[in-house]
């Protein structure tokens, strides 16, 4: 196994006059002004006294110049520790503690909302913090410093000094240390009163790049680009959406605004990427409001039970989407992960020809566990195959047949929760194998079928195991059916529903219509599930169910 900054820099050297990331609308980077901005921040860290091994904070939204800071911490042989920038002020600031962070990388969203949230007294307790600094101009932030000698005007004066005829591909070398150094601590929630920190080695991330290289079936486009939307600061986001992509010579474009639609789609249309990656839920949306509802379409369905017309129909609504999606998808097409994707849309996308993948996995494990391409025929049970430098076992006497959970072990598995023996403890089994928390079985041949989330497993009084996220994906497929929650109540199963009161509307369904329509399709839903899991109750709600970073339902607000 390589290093992941081998892959950066052969990346950076044979691409130094291309276009390397770009803050989509706005600046773009050559490879060459990334090498040289990687080593000019070295200088930065070299002079705030910060040494190999201490850890750095990154709180600021997508964009290249984050990029360029995550590379230039873990080039200096550092620990990258990257917060999203969802999180409040106030943990933010304790975060930046707990991780023992020596410096805070910040952009001006971040620091508007620290100064006016008043945390500024917090970082000048912190033992051996140096100074928040500005992630664009690399000045210290007023305040929050406590060495302020260095600015950035003295940085680009050493930087001068260091490099008179400038950075060049003779002299550019990334410093890289031993792949069991200690390169990423990620924490994916910030409002416990003890946030597990999730600690990475560079194995970890180098294993993940050179697993998608082998996996992920597409011919790299060295001249292509692509739009990156996901969240830099989840490991899914900085694993595959950057460093995978940008390792293989792609011009990574970051969406630094929200993923609002009108402004996506002109995005896409401009970068015209070969590959799209992305969380279910934005798939979803597009496949559940225009490609199902007119494959449903009397005259559809029957058109599309002739065949050779049902062919050509396919293919024709199949170059619509990848035409939305700037037109240039079918090189590679969807990369999915973070959440399960419904049943309903992946064999829709299957069967219209549109190429996708669905990855599982976690962040313990950087993130990738298994993976499936829509080529295969097991696709749509969302399981696949686990990854080549990933030994995965189903903790069950009959485990092709009866449920349990899965746990995994190998180069790219997590080392344990910083600072924090007892959730690390917690996480592995005696003979040191990680509990996902997931359960499934798996046959023969390998493949793994995902049942759902242990915790989220519902135990009737008489024994029998339910799993939430099965009945959801049945409820989820249903006329005017948003999103869904299935919860245990007093020995009840009860589906929490978010309506498309809008849709129902135009429909022509209205007031108490509305709770008349909704339980006719999902209590039909019960002949096609056993006595012990049939739905009770259909709870209805205007407004979307709370979600993380990574769009995934906040389950434990509901239950």
Not at 40 to 47: A, C, P, S, T, W
Not at 206 to 221: F, H, R, Y
Not at 304 to 314: E, F, Q, S, V
Not at 473 to 487: C, K, L, T
């Amino acid at each position: 196994m390589k290093h992941f900054l081998h892959y950066v820099e052969n990346a950076i050297k044979k691409n130094w006059e291309r276009p390397g990331i770009s803050n989509y609308g706005a600046k773009t980077y050559t490879c060459g002004e990334i090498a040289a901005n990687v080593l000019k921040m070295h200088i930065l860290f070299e002079k705030m006294g910060i040494k190999p091994g201490d850890h750095v904070a990154i709180a600021a939204r997508n964009s290249a110049e984050w990029c360029i800071a995550f590379l230039a911490i873990t080039s200096y042989k550092a620990v990258a520790v990257p917060l999203l920038p969802d999180f409040l002020p106030e943990n933010l600031a304790q975060l930046t503690k707990v991780s023992n962070s020596r410096m805070l990388l910040v952009d001006k969203n971040i620091l508007h909302g620290l100064q006016r949230a008043s945390v500024i007294g917090n970082f000048a307790e912190y033992d051996n913090f140096t100074a928040v600094i500005d992630i664009v101009t690399y000045n210290a932030v007023e305040g929050y410093e406590k060495m302020a000698d260095v600015t950035a005007d003295e940085v680009d004066r050493l930087f001068a000094g260091r490099y008179p005829a400038g950075v060049t591909v003779e002299n550019f070398e990334l410093p890289m240390g031993e792949l069991d150094d200690l390169s990423v601590i990620s924490y994916t929630s910030g409002t416990s009163s003890s946030p597990k920190g999730v600690m990475l080695p560079a194995r970890s991330l180098s294993g993940n790049v050179e697993m998608a290289q082998k996996l992920v079936p597409i011919a790299i486009d060295e001249r292509g680009s692509s739009l990156s939307i996901l969240p830099l600061a989840h490991i899914f986001g900085l694993a595959f959406d950057f460093l995978f992509l940008f390792s293989c010579g792609t011009h990574v474009n970051i969406f630094t605004e929200k993923p609002v639609p009108a402004r996506l789609l002109k995005a896409l249309a401009d970068v015209k990427p070969y590959i799209f990656l992305t969380v279910p839920l934005l798939v979803e949306k597009i496949f559940r409001s225009k490609v199902i509802p007119t494959l449903n379409k009397p005259a559809m369905r029957f058109l599309t039970a002739i065949p050779g017309i049902n062919k050509l129909i396919y293919k024709k609504v199949s170059s619509k989407i990848i035409d939305t999606f700037g037109g240039n998808l079918g090189k590679a097409g969807f990369f999915i992960g973070g959440a399960a994707i419904s049943k309903d849309v992946e064999t829709v996308m299957k069967k219209i020809g549109i190429p996708f993948a669905v990855g599982y996995g976690m962040t313990e494990c950087g993130p990738l566990i298994s993976y499936v391409a829509s080529s295969h025929p097991t696709i749509d049970e969302r399981g696949g195959v686990a990854g080549p430098t990933i030994e995965l076992r189903i903790d069950s006497d009959q485990p092709s047949k009866v449920p349990g959970e899965i746990q995994v072990r190998g180069d790219v598995v997590t080392t344990g929760y910083y600072n924090n023996e007892e959730a690390t403890k917690a996480s592995f089994t005696s003979d040191g194998w990680l509990k996902t928390g997931d359960m499934g079985i798996q046959d023969r041949h390998g493949t793994v079928f995902i049942k759902g989330r242990c915790k989220n497993m519902i135990l009737t009084g008489s024994g029998q195991n339910i799993y939430p996220e099965e009945i959801e994906d049945m409820i989820n497929q249903q006329p005017f059916v948003i999103e869904s929650v299935v919860v245990g109540r007093k020995h009840a199963i009860v589906a929490l529903i978010v309506v498309d009161y809008d849709a129902m509307k135009a429909a022509g369904i209205e007031g108490g219509k509305v709770q008349e329509t909704v339980d006719a399709s999902v209590f039909a839903l019960n002949e096609k599930l056993p006595p012990y899991s049939q739905i009770g109750r259909c709870e209805l709600r205007r407004e979307p169910f709370e979600k993380t970073p990574k769009l995934s339902i906040k389950r434990f607000m509901y239950n």
